[in-house]
């Protein structure tokens, strides 16, 4: 190797910076969540200052702007994961909305059609669309999915939103 400064060891192996970036390419293909993460960019800081050269050390102002960069790209990390956060709740929020607002429905009349997906005696899909009159009973959430609980004709059905076409008294009238 012709500079050891222009090195890194890795588990042990030592590579020059064109091996090196040859093996990271070759693990980025085999691992795509493989990333540096703040300890080893600190771990990567550290040796980089303990193996400079003594008589042309590193210009103090490149490790500040490299712990710069690096606070930089931490803070964008946390502002993301509180975003992430931030819409789970909201999200949350917009559920427990809609639920307080479908609470409303009960007691009322309600119509919806559900389609179920079949095969006929030839393996072809057929759709078979089914229209119901009901009263809602309640409502659910399922999987973060907001229903009612109808009834119709004695029996007790968990209807998706999307399938309600009509809510009001007296529907028939």
């Known amino acids: 190797m012709s500079n050891p400064l222009n090195t890194i060891t ?3 192996t030592t590579y020059d910076a064109a091996s ?3 093996s990271q390419t070759a693990n980025k293909a085999t691992n795509v969540n493989s990333t540096l993460g703040k300890d080893a960019f600190l ?6 200052m303990q193996n400079q050269d003594p008589l042309d050390p ?5 490790y500040l702007a490299q712990l710069a960069q690096f606070s930089s790209l931490e803070q964008m990390t946390n502002v993301a994961d509180n975003l992430a956060s931030l819409s789970s709740i909201v999200s949350n929020i917009d559920t427990s909305v809609l639920v307080g607002q479908l609470s409303g429905m009960i007691g009322q009349d309600v119509q919806w ?3 179920t997906a079949s095969a006929d005696e030839n393996g072809n899909q057929v759709v078979n669309t089914a ?3 009901g009263k809602v009973k309640g409502v659910s959430i ?3 999915s ?3 609980i109808a009834e119709a004709d004695g029996k007790t059905y968990q209807v998706p939103i999307s399938e309600v076409t009509l809510v009001g008294e007296d529907l028939n009238g």
């Open 10 to 12: 890795v588990d042990g």
């Open 20 to 22: 090196y970036a040859a």
């Open 43 to 48: 771990t990567l800081l550290v040796t980089q």
């Open 58 to 62: 590193q210009d103090n102002g490149e």
């Open 113 to 115: 059609i559900t389609e």
């Open 131 to 133: 229209s119901y009159e």
């Open 142 to 144: 399922t999987d973060g």
């Open 146 to 148: 907001p229903s009612i």
